[in-house]
C-alpha cells in the first residue's frame, strides 16, 4: 500500500507519517508490535480479573475466538508477519510477541497448578503449547475461511484438553 493511502487511511498527511517513522518498514514493524501488544493487553486484562487462572484462560480463549469473529485484521498482519520470517527484523519481532504470548499462557498454567486446580504432576509447557496450538487452529479456520467447521459450540470440548479438569492433566516426563 503506498504511503499516502496509509496516511490518509490515519488521516494525517505523509510528512506527518514519516516524521513518526522514518520509513515504511519502520511502520511496519511498529504496526506488527502495536497488534501484538493489543492482543496480549486483553490477555492480561482477562487474566488480571478472572476469578481462577483456568478461568482465564478459558476466557481468554473465548474472547480471541470471539474477536477473530468481529475483526480479523490483527489475524492478518501476524500471520503475514510470519509468513516474512526469513527477514532477521521480522523474525525478532515475531519471536519477541510470540513468547511473550506463550510465557502468560505457561504462567496461568502454573498458577492453576499451584492453585490446585490442575494435578501437580501436570506439565504446564505442554498444556501451554496446546493452548497455543488450538489458538493456531483457530487462526488457519478464519484465514481460509472454514470457521464454520469448528463452531464456537465445539470449543468446549477442545479446551478440556488443553485446561484439564482438576486433578488431572500431561504428566510431566520422568527424567
Same mark, same amino acid.
Given at each position: 500500500?503506498?504511503?499516502?493511502? /496509509?496516511?490518509?487511511?490515519? !488521516?494525517?498527511?505523509?510528512?506527518?507519517?514519516? *516524521? $513518526?517513522?522514518?520509513?515504511? =518498514?519502520?511502520? #511496519?514493524?511498529? %504496526?506488527?508490535?502495536?497488534?501484538?501488544? %493489543?492482543?496480549?493487553?486483553?490477555?492480561?486484562?482477562?487474566?488480571?480479573?478472572?476469578?481462577?487462572?483456568? &478461568?482465564?484462560?478459558?476466557?481468554?480463549?473465548?474472547? #480471541?475466538? &470471539?474477536?477473530?469473529?468481529?475483526?480479523? =485484521?490483527?489475524?492478518?498482519? =501476524?500471520?503475514?508477519?510470519?509468513?516474512?520470517?526469513?527477514?532477521? +527484523?521480522?523474525?525478532? $519481532?515475531?519471536? =519477541? $510477541?510470540?513468547?511473550?504470548?506463550? +510465557?502468560? @499462557?505457561? *504462567?496461568?498454567?502454573?498458577?492453576?497448578?499451584?492453585?490446585?486446580? /490442575?494435578?501437580?504432576?501436570?506439565?504446564?509447557?505442554?498444556?501451554?503449547?496446546?493452548?497455543?496450538?488450538?489458538?493456531?487452529?483457530? &487462526? @488457519?479456520?478464519? /484465514?481460509? !475461511?472454514? *470457521? +464454520? &467447521?469448528?463452531?464456537?459450540? !465445539?470449543?468446549?470440548?477442545?479446551? %478440556?484438553?488443553?485446561?484439564?479438569?482438576?486433578?488431572?492433566?500431561?504428566?510431566? +516426563?520422568?527424567?
Amino acid at each position: 500500500m503506498p504511503t499516502t493511502a /496509509i496516511a490518509a487511511a490515519l !488521516g494525517v498527511s505523509e510528512p506527518a507519517l514519516f *516524521r $513518526h517513522f522514518p520509513t515504511k =518498514r519502520a511502520l #511496519y514493524l511498529a %504496526t506488527i508490535d502495536r497488534s501484538a501488544d %493489543t492482543i496480549l493487553g486483553h490477555w492480561q486484562r482477562i487474566a488480571a480479573r478472572a476469578p481462577s487462572a483456568l &478461568d482465564a484462560l478459558v476466557e481468554m480463549g473465548r474472547w #480471541y475466538f &470471539d474477536e477473530l469473529q468481529s475483526d480479523s =485484521r490483527h489475524l492478518r498482519l =501476524r500471520f503475514r508477519s510470519c509468513t516474512e520470517v526469513g527477514d532477521p +527484523e521480522i523474525l525478532e $519481532h515475531v519471536r =519477541r $510477541h510470540f513468547r511473550a504470548v506463550f +510465557e502468560l @499462557v505457561h *504462567r496461568l498454567f502454573e498458577s492453576a497448578r499451584a492453585e490446585g486446580a /490442575i494435578a501437580q504432576d501436570t506439565d504446564t509447557r505442554a498444556h501451554a503449547w496446546l493452548f497455543t496450538a488450538v489458538g493456531t487452529l483457530l &487462526d @488457519v479456520t478464519q /484465514i481460509i !475461511g472454514i *470457521r +464454520e &467447521d469448528l463452531p464456537l459450540a !465445539g470449543m468446549p470440548a477442545i479446551m %478440556t484438553l488443553i485446561a484439564p479438569k482438576p486433578g488431572r492433566g500431561i504428566p510431566l +516426563e520422568e527424567t
